[in-house]
């Protein structure tokens, strides 16, 4: 077996760093004072937003999706941007970067994932912004916007006030996601696997495979694969298109968030993994398999390789993704059994892993227009 073998320097890993707010291309939205401290409120106009990027980097448990290359890459699907950033003697102290599609007659809807990205504890100007948020969404004429929180939003619950309602109408906002905590020794993750889950890994030690780590002409092989993947597993392939997926790799890949790993047995490609190095989570985000010697159990032993290189690069978690929060509590549960179709699902794949469930905020849904908003009050008591 070769593992592939990188020195992993901290400072290397990106290249965004903290500045003083420079105005250019941006325009003043409003301003308010809070606490005799004067905030000003910018919306920014251009797509790629480095300053923007810099804070959102710095702020701990954010999330790559509100950098603002991914409002980029989105616009390739038909969303616009609105970007809200708070700036405090021109220090960016919160913000939030809203997705948004056309509906009809002008109006708008909107999708806000992992926000807003908060770095100051002031309850007051928390509770002015999430006003603000509402201003906002009137002024830029969107019909309904569906928010999913940042980690960090149990510390601003209180604040969040009684005109956003929790999200039963749109069913694809991930509740939960499979997490190994990478501090622990090898053996200690070992032993929190399933057996099965290790008696797969140790068939790695009887064939010959590595791990290389793969560039931009290694891509379409990879988008191959997972095309291939998701035909046999009956979804839609994301991203949708080779386009979106260079465009990815284009911004991210730029500033060390992005690595392409290969696996191969002998010199045989055989699956392909595109992982988010963020902060301190490496993030195995999107695969493709050939589907070929499935006997080995190679998705498995690359797993197990990825692990063991994302903890000697210092990351300290292993984020597996979105799972099914109730499938990941039988599993986790002595006395409920899983269904065989449990069994088969991505959940029980990752929880095998020995992963703990991480929960995630519940989302909220914001109806601007006052008879639509009734309808969706009444839906929803009826609903309880």
């Not at 038909?78 to 809203?98: H, M, S």
Request: some cysteine; glycine content about 4%.
């Amino acid at each position: 077996m070769e593992l592939l073998k990188e020195k992993y320097i901290p400072e290397t890993r990106t290249t965004f760093n903290e500045k003083t707010f420079n105005q250019t291309d941006h325009i003043i939205f409003e301003e308010f004072t809070v606490d005799d401290k004067s905030f000003k409120v910018y919306k920014s106009l251009n797509v790629i937003d480095e300053q923007w990027d810099d804070f959102v980097y710095s702020v701990e448990n954010s999330c790559f999706q509100q950098l603002s290359g991914w409002a980029d890459i989105k616009k390739l699907e038909g969303w616009d941007f609105i970007r809200i950033i708070y700036v405090i003697d021109n220090k960016i102290l919160a913000g939030y970067q809203l997705l948004t599609k056309k509906i009809f007659w002008g109006l708008k809807i909107a999708y806000l994932n992992h926000g807003p990205v908060i770095k100051i504890k002031d309850d007051v100007f928390i509770k002015i912004m999430f006003n603000h948020l509402l201003k906002v969404l009137r002024k830029e004429k969107v019909l309904i916007s569906v928010i999913s929180p940042s980690e960090n939003f149990n510390e601003i619950r209180d604040d969040f006030n009684s005109h956003y309602q929790k999200n039963v109408m749109y069913k694809k906002i991930i509740e939960a996601e499979a997490e190994l905590d990478l501090s622990l020794d090898e053996n200690t993750l070992l032993k929190r696997m399933l057996r099965m889950r290790r008696q797969n890994i140790k068939k790695g030690e009887f064939f010959e495979h590595k791990i290389v780590e793969g560039g931009y002409e290694d891509l379409q092989d990879f988008f191959s694969l997972m095309v291939e993947t998701c035909k046999r597993n009956n979804v839609k392939p994301n991203p949708p298109n080779f386009e979106s997926l260079e465009k990815i790799w284009e911004y991210f890949h730029s500033r060390n968030l992005l690595k392409l790993y290969k696996f191969l047995i002998k010199d045989e490609l055989v699956s392909s993994i595109l992982a988010f190095e963020y902060q301190d989570k490496f993030i195995p985000w999107k695969y493709g398999w050939s589907g070929k010697h499935s006997s080995l159990k190679p998705n498995d032993v690359f797993h197990w390789e990825l692990l063991k290189l994302a903890k000697s690069k210092g990351f300290t978690k292993y984020n597996l993704g979105g799972i099914n929060k109730s499938v990941a509590e039988r599993f986790l549960s002595k006395e409920c059994m899983l269904s065989k179709k449990g069994q088969k699902s991505s959940t029980f794949f990752k929880m095998g892993f020995g992963c703990y469930i991480k929960k995630l905020p519940e989302s909220f849904i914001y109806i601007s227009n006052p008879l639509l908003r009734m309808v969706y009050n009444f839906f929803i008591t009826i609903r309880k």
